[in-house]
T-cell receptor, first 112, second 114 residues
Framework: GENVEQHPSTLSVQEGDSAVIKCTYS??????FPWYKQELGKRPQLIID?????GEKKDQRIAVTLNKTAKHFSLHITETQPEDSAVYFC???????????FGKGTHLIIQP | DSGVTQTPKHLITATGQRVTLRCSPR?????VYWYQQSLDQGLQFLIQ???????AKGNILERFSAQQFPDLHSELNLSSLELGDSALYFC?????????????FGPGTRLTVL
């Protein structure tokens, strides 16, 4: 089955700096790669996703890139703000009837 | 608010007992997914239902079962509970038929097994 590795497990950045979280996946049939943000005790919230026919997608301060050949994808957050502090999960899926396979999560800490 | 609802919010029970968790998907969504989130295992996919039928299975234990009813709500049944079953259980829903399955999560049910 699919295996998703996520790094780093903890990332501390100064407010205003950029943050990058990286994931690799194992199943070449995966074609959908969402990113979720989870605040303590709350539900995972979809913040951005990318499909396998696209190399990059941006939404304001958030961008995601996908390298299908290398089987890795990354989340980029620019101009970080205190409200960006949370745990971020990457995931992969073959779409259709598949559930999501999640990485272990990255605890992003924004230092004031 | 994602539009996905789950009840109860919290559940405390004893080892060996059986519990039922309930999920109502977003209006119009036919697919329901169940996930378990624990500190050691992370977020794990358990099972998916589409329009009343089981579609995909993940790391679901034999002691666990689920079903989706004609009104599309779903229930996850956990039996012979063990301490290690203590976790947050999320359901998510998505529209089926599209090539990709954006999933929207409910608020979760926190299960504590004593």
């Amino acid at each position: 089955g699919e295996n998703v590795e996520q790094h780093p497990s903890t990332l501390s950045v100064q407010e205003g700096d950029s943050a990058v979280i990286k994931c690799t996946y194992s199943d070449s049939a995966s074609n959908y790669f969402p990113w979720y943000k989870q605040e303590l005790g709350k539900r995972p919230q979809l913040i951005i996703d990318i499909r396998s026919n696209v190399g990059e997608k941006k939404d304001q301060r958030i961008a995601v890139t996908l390298n299908k050949t290398a089987k890795h994808f990354s989340l980029h957050i620019t101009e970080t703000q205190p409200e960006d502090s949370a745990v971020y999960f990457c995931a992969a899926s073959r779409g259709g009837a598949d559930g999501l396979t999640f990485g272990k999560g990255t605890h992003l800490i924004i230092q004031p | 608010d994602s539009g996905v609802t789950q009840t109860p919010k919290h559940l405390i029970t004893a080892t060996g007992q059986r519990v039922t968790l309930r999920c109502s998907p977003r209006s119009g969504d036919l697919s329901v997914y169940w996930y378990q989130q624990s500190l050691d295992q992370g977020l794990q996919f358990l099972i998916q239902y589409y329009n009343g039928e089981e579609r995909a299975k993940g790391n679901i234990l034999e002691r666990f079962s689920a079903q989706q009813f004609p009104d599309l709500h779903s229930e996850l049944n956990l039996s012979s509970l063990e301490l290690g079953d203590s976790a947050l259980y999320f359901c998510a829903s998505s529209q089926q038929g599209a090539p990709y399955n954006e999933q929207f999560f409910g608020p979760g049910t926190r299960l504590t097994v004593l």
